[in-house]
């Protein structure tokens, strides 16, 4: 079964919100790391280097929070386009399922793709407006 775990995004600021919730919950992040750290950065912006790329916090046995800053190449942080509903699965069946039910008539941002961290990842937002993730964590 798919989990549905909520993923914020912030303008700058999501180390110091991520280190935030990280010590009201208690718990230690399962994953941070910094645009800097992507084969492909080209460090024209160090400012942008620095900012969160990706961070996991889990809040449950089965939630996990997640965020990232707004990178580069997306839009600016306008209210609406700060959370995306991310679904972690259990194959890549599953993944691509879900991808194309829930991106019909939408627009799909990135499609479907092996990446450098080790999942089947995919974003795209949805005829209604709503911005989804979804990922497969490949076993190794």
């Known amino acids: 079964m798919a989990t549905i775990n909520p993923y914020l995004t912030f303008n700058g600021e999501c180390e110091e919100a991520f280190n935030f919730y990280k010590k009201a919950f208690k718990q230690e992040f399962i994953h941070i790391s910094k645009f800097n750290e992507m084969p492909d950065f080209?460090?024209?912006?160090?400012?942008?280097?620095?900012?969160?790329?990706?961070?996991?916090l889990p809040v449950s046995a089965e939630t996990v929070l997640m965020g990232s800053d707004v990178s580069k190449e997306q839009l600016s942080l306008v209210k609406g386009n700060n959370i995306s509903i991310s679904i972690n699965?259990?194959?890549?069946?599953?993944?691509?399922?879900?991808?194309?039910?829930?991106?019909?008539?939408?627009?799909?941002?990135?499609?479907?793709?092996?990446?450098?961290?080790?999942?089947?990842?995919?974003?795209?937002?949805?005829?209604?407006?709503?911005?989804?993730?979804?990922?497969?964590d490949e076993k190794n």
């Open 42 to 56: 080209k460090d024209d912006n160090p400012e942008l280097g620095n900012m969160i790329m990706h961070v996991s």
């Open 89 to 136: 699965t259990e194959s890549k069946g599953e993944a691509d399922t879900l991808f194309t039910e829930l991106s019909a008539g939408g627009k799909v941002t990135m499609a479907l793709q092996n990446t450098f961290w080790g999942a089947y990842f995919g974003m795209f937002t949805d005829k209604f407006g709503i911005h989804w993730m979804i990922n497969f």
